[in-house]
T-cell receptor, first 118, second 114 residues
Framework: AQSVTQLGSHVSVSEGALVLLRCNYS??????LFWYVQYPNQGLQLLLK??????LVKGINGFEAEFKKSETSFHLTKPSAHMSDAAEYFC????????????????FGKGTKLSVKP | DAMVIQNPRYQVTQFGKPVTLSCSQT?????MYWYQQKSSQAPKLLFH???????NEADTPDNFQSRRPNTSFCFLDIRSPGLGDAAMYLC?????????????FGPGTRLTVL
């Protein structure tokens, strides 16, 4: 079975500062990992995904994430925060059961709200 | 633009009064999902359709039903809404049910139960 844990329900950074949002996963099979962003009163939008190709994944809006198997992590980073990055960010893992099946369901972390101070 | 549309964006219903939420997609995707997202919580999958094949999550209450009359539309029916069903309901689609497929989300319907 798969699960993800997001450390920190709220993160606050200053505009122009580094953004680091943490996600750790647990999986008995090679995981497929996703980061989604949700702006207030809107649906989720895919930022990037890891599907076992390159371990450093680049996404939209200047975000990237690095898959580190040794640390079971998939942290999301952006070198310089912008006011428009203020939103809630969800890490998710694809539900592949215990045998690496392909079911397509997503298991989400509890989310991290990012605030950006001027 | 191809997209996932949800109507209405905001729905108010009374305790016990049936309500239907609508989702449509122009992506021609095979899979349509319904998630429930309560305040400050992660989205939780209720069920999904793979084409006409309905797949219910084990812990989804019987109070929640779904219909998919054609590829483009999918409905969420809540037969007797309780106060605990107040939430954002998110519809999503994916091309296939592969673990690597991206899910595309609609803007959600926020349900209030009075």
């Amino acid at each position: 079975a798969q699960s993800v844990t997001q450390l920190g329900s709220h993160v606050s950074v200053s505009e122009g500062a580094l953004v680091l949002l943490r996600c750790n996963y647990s999986s008995s099979v090679p995981p497929y990992l996703f980061w989604y962003v949700q702006y207030p009163n809107q649906g989720l939008q895919l930022l990037l995904k890891y599907t076992s190709a390159a371990t450093l994944v680049k996404g939209i809006n200047g975000f990237e994430a690095e898959f580190k198997k040794s640390e079971t992590s998939f942290h999301l980073t952006k070198p310089s925060a912008h006011m428009s990055d203020a939103a809630e960010y969800f890490c998710a893992v694809s539900d592949r059961g215990n045998y690496g099946g392909s079911q397509g369901n997503l298991i989400f972390g509890k989310g991290t709200k990012l605030s950006v101070k001027p | 633009d191809a997209m996932v549309i949800q109507n209405p964006r905001y729905q108010v219903t009374q305790f016990g009064k049936p309500v239907t939420l609508s989702c449509s997609q122009t992506l021609n995707h095979n899979v349509m999902y319904w998630y429930q997202q309560k305040s400050s919580q992660a989205p939780k999958l209720l069920f999904h359709y793979y084409d006409k094949d309905f797949n219910n999550e084990a812990d989804t209450p019987d109070n929640f039903q779904s219909r998919r009359p054609n590829t483009s539309f999918c409905f969420l029916d809540i037969r007797s809404p309780g106060l605990g069903d107040a939430a954002m309901y998110l519809c999503a689609t994916s091309r296939d049910r592969s673990s690597t497929d991206t899910q595309y989300f609609g803007p959600g319907t926020r349900l209030t139960v009075l």
